[in-house]
């Protein structure tokens, strides 16, 4: 159960502050700002919890790690349910701080949910949303796997993932938010509910679909070595 409880305190830690970023401070911190809080928390938890569970903290991180043969399929299930855990318990805390402060509402903040449309920043179509978020992940994930996969790069690869991170955010933002994680999606369109649950499934199906084509393109050139 450890590496299981360790997966929901490592999802918990970034969907509260990066999310809790992009709710309450996003206007004094900028897109530059909220995607650094996403990495730091990334940063901060594979240094915390990488000897633990590996620090997936992430659905899609944990099915590319999956498909290529690194994982069973019991631990996927596990991982994936405590990852799901910890972003609901991240978002139900960070709606309860907003509900104590000045805020007229958590719905007023976006709790920092992902969306396309009318939520899009730039009013990013569907098509657009699924499209960002796949090609998106895909680098992602691609990077995790390669930064973790032997020892040269083992000692900095939270480095590498966190800013790795950061870049796809830096992007993201405008168009959907930035999930590339359904967990981290998911936590904060439950508490939200409305239009945010409503648009959620894009930023599941999404982000699964980028680390199913990471795992192959990994395979592939791991093959070809």
């Known amino acids: 159960m450890k590496k ?3 997966e929901l305190l490592g ?3 970034l ?3 990066g999310c809790g970023s992009a709710a309450i401070a996003g206007v004094d911190l900028g897109n530059l ?8 928390s990334i940063v901060a938890m594979a240094y915390a919890i990488g000897n633990v569970s590996g620090c997936h903290i992430n659905p899609a991180v944990s099915l590319g790690v999956y498909l290529t043969g690194r994982m069973n399929g019991k631990d996927l299930a596990g991982y994936i349910v405590a990852q799901v855990i910890g972003a609901i318990i991240a978002a139900l805390l960070l709606a309860a701080l907003i509900s104590m402060s000045d805020f007229t509402s958590i ?6 949910a992902n969306g396309y449309g009318d939520a899009s920043a730039v009013g990013l179509n569907v098509w657009g949303a699924l499209l960002t978020e796949i090609i998106l992940t895909m ?16 000692v900095i690869a939270g480095l590498i993932i966190g800013l790795t991170l950061t870049f796809v955010h830096i992007m993201g933002i405008p168009l959907t938010g930035t999930s590339v994680n359904p967990a981290r999606s998911f936590g904060p369109a439950l508490v939200l509910g409305g239009e945010a649950l409503a648009q959620v499934w894009v930023f599941i199906v ?10 192959g ?3 592939y050139f791991k093959k070809a070595k």
């Open 4 to 6: 299981y409880l360790a």
């Open 11 to 13: 999802t918990f830690v």
């Open 15 to 17: 969907t509260f502050f």
């Open 33 to 40: 700002g909220i995607a650094f809080a996403f990495g730091l």
């Open 107 to 112: 719905t007023a903040t976006g709790l920092g």
């Open 139 to 154: 680098v992602f994930v691609l990077t995790v796997l390669g930064a973790t996969d032997g020892e040269k790069t083992g």
């Open 206 to 215: 999404a982000p699964l679909i980028g680390a199913a084509l990471a795992a």
């Open 217 to 219: 393109i990994y395979k």
